[in-house]
Structures are given as structure tokens and as C-alpha cells.
DNA sequence: GCGCGGTTTCCGGAAAATGGAAGCTCTTAG
DNA sequence: CTAAGAGCTTCCATTTTCCGGAAACCGCGC
């Protein structure tokens, strides 16, 4: 079975990236035996591989592999300059992130000089909820989406989460209209981050790029100019 | 099996990166019913995800889990600053590679603003023999990998590649002994390519920074200081 | 030598993959 | 308006393959 590898894989995140065979049968749930002659076929093709040290790690194969998924290379590699141009000018976190079902994915994070740490990380998710880029894809997305978050049960973050449907309709509805999401203390109580959608040539959104500042340090809407600006000039390079 | 899936994965690659079940079906070269259902099992898993318009591509999940690679985020994202730093001073061609087996791996690229063109990609492969980075690591290989290299048949690119094994070998011990490598017109005609060694804690060499540049534009030695001292940053801040 | 944690190999029963064929859908042609 | 065709999806009897318990194996420290 087909699943089996794949819940193997799964095995591996961002803090196991490094794995012995007992852990990873474990963490995986199955017979060691299983495990075993499982991996060894992925390790054969190149999905893992074996350090000297007797470790399995996400082989280079599965990298390559990874890097052809379509808003992978095509969006980062063209987002990369506009994203550190924008870390330039406001020496502040920049993130920019795809949706994937209910979840933000985030695809590249830059990290400003005197800037408020976040605690996302590349290729971390989160809830569609609270972020400024969450708010963003999910003002965004499939009606079906947001009526499976807005049904769903919404975790909380701090005391300012934003968890009453009707409120986030609202919020929606303004992220739609004015091209722009804050996320005021949403996440944690020091930070708040303001999003914009980034669009493909079809006019679909595709991403969005968000700036994390620490609260209070400017004001939004200032913000909101630059992120927009940014997050325009990234949807034209991409569709040229 | 689980083999088939991997060749059904494996019939992506850089060209194609949305394929129609027949595609797949033809190039991994299996039943369409068979095929049919891979596709719909690692789908649902989110390794891969299909388009409106019923083409499959590369999912996030698997994006997500190929940057877990040890020398993809690790390495990549420690290189990155240094990378963009030698690209601003030189405004050339910045390359990033680590080997797998008998090639190899390009990790990242930065493309200078009036260089040459280089036909290499993130992800792509090559020959070990004929790149500035390709001869780093192939220097610093272990010695089976080297002896079935140099015992193999070494691809021509042009009329300076050297694949006569002897003079290779001289080579070799000249990149080892110098602590960079030169290759000059060896890939293209009008391109020149200086590399250097980057070593992880250990002193073990993981991977290789090179510049490529115009032939005939600058002297190599100038250039090896530069690629040196970069990729002498690199380790260290890969210790760090 | 012995026990211990982790790894590798074996093999018969069980379960899941296989792929030919038939049905479906949409587009193009007559 | 019907027909042909290309590509996609579903079905299901056959058979191949996977599964996983058990036992051997391998350092390593006591």
C-alpha cells in the first residue's frame, strides 16, 4: 500500500528531519519490518537517504521533486527580489504564503534586522484565521473554504483572536474591499501584520505577502501601501 | 507497488510540470487504470493536487517536505545572504551545489544582472567533471565515487573539456591544493566558472559556491579570492 | 559472556494492486 | 443533430505483492 510511505514520510517535520528506524516506526505507527523494507525501497529511489551514521533524511531526490510544485519555484524565485526589497525598506519580517485546503502554507520569510520574531517558519502552516496572509487567501477563496472555516470550530491565539463568525464575514468582506488585511494581535499580543493578495495573470489570487511589525511601532495603513505595492509589482512579474 | 508511484512522480520534471493522466500514464509507462488510481491515492495525500482544468502538478505537501532536506533549507538558507552578497559585488552568476552520487544538484542560482547566461536550473543536475562546482565536489568526493567518475565515460561539452582521466586527476589534486577550482570554457564557449568548497562543522565539504562569468571578462584568481572568502563565510555560519 | 537496543532477514498467509473492458464526458467533425 | 474520437473514470476477477511475527544479527557497555 501506497499510504503506508506516505505516512512514513510524514514521519518526518520541521524538528525531526532526522530520523533513526525505530523512530520512525514509531512515529509512523507500524511494525519495524514494515519500516524497514519500506524505506529501504524510498532510499533505493532516492525519496531518503541513509547518513553513515545509520539516520534517514528526506533524500535530494524528494527536494527536486518538491521544487516543481507550481507555486514553489515559479512564485518564490520571482517574489524573492520584491520580498527583500520590501525587508530593505522597513527592515520588518516579510512573509509570503500559499493557501492549501483550510491552512496557510508559508513559502518564504524573510526575517528584518530589529523585528519582532515570529514564530512561523518556510514550509510551516497555520490557521487561515488570524494571520494578515491568512486573512488574505481566505477573503479569497472558494466559497466552499470559507464556509468550512467559518463553520468550523476557529482557535484562539490570544484575547484579541478573532473567533465570531458573523465578525470574520465583516473582516472578509473589508479585506475584499480595500485590498488589504490587518491582523492586530491576532497571533500573539506584540505583533501585527497587514496582508495583500498576490494575483496570476488570469487575475486569480495565487499568495499573499504580509509585513510582522511589533504592535503599536507604526501605523497600519502605511503599511498597507507598501505590502499592496509590493504584492502589485509581484503579480505583474509574474504575469509577464 | 510503491515503486510505481515514484515513477509516476518521476515523470515530472523540469519541462513538465503539469501533466494529463495520459501523459503520466505514457511517460511511467502503465496502464491507464492503473495510473488513474496512483494518481487519485497520492493526490488525496497531497503529494500531488490537480487543476480546475484536470492536470496534475507537483502538491505543496511534498514541496513542504523536499525543503526538510538536509541540504536544501539548512544549507540554502544559510548560503542565501553570502550569495546575494557576491552577486551584488560582482553582479555575475552566483551557483549553489551539493553532489548526489555522480552529479550535481544545483541548489540555488542567483542570476547577475549583465552575465552570461548559464543553462543550468535550481534542481537540475550535471556532469561532475565539467562545472567549477562539479570539480569541487568531485575533488572532495570519496574515492569510489571519484574512481567510477574518472573510470566512466566523461561527457564532451565542448572542444576545451578535459576527459582525459589523467589530466583530470592533476586537476583534482590542484583544486584540492589550491582550495578552488577553475572551468574554463569547459561547459559553454564563452563561459568561465571559479568555485570553492564549503564544509560543515566537520571540515566535510557539502557543497560548492561558484561564479560564472564571461570568459575572458576577469582574471580567475581574482574571482577565486572572492569565491573563497565567501565560501569560507558560508562554513562558518553553517558551524554557527 | 551476557543482556540490551536497534537493525536486518525470512517466509507463509492474507490482502491489496493490477489492468482489461465497459461506461462516461466533452470536443470536434460530418 | 448524430457520430466519431480522445481522454477520463469505474468495475471486478485474478494474481501478485505486501504484511508483520519471529528469529537471527550486530555493536556496545557492563
Redesign the pocket.
Known sequence: ????ALQLLGAFDAEHREL???ELARRAD?????A???M??LCEWGAVERGGD?LYRIGLRLWELGSLAPRGPGLRETALPFLEDLSLITRENVQLAVREGTEVVFVERIAGSGAVPVLTRVGGRFALTATGVGLVLLAHAPVEVQEEVLGGSIDRYTERTVTDPAQLRRMLAAVRSNGFSISDRQVTMDALSVGAPIHDRRGQVVAAVSLVVRHGSTTPHALARLVRTSAQAISRALSA
Not at 1 to 4: D, K
Not at 30 to 34: D, E, F, G, H, V
Open positions: 500500500m501506497i499510504g503506508r533513526t528506524l525505530s507500524m511494525p519495524l519490518s514494515t524497514h523494507r519500506l529501504h525501497e545509520g
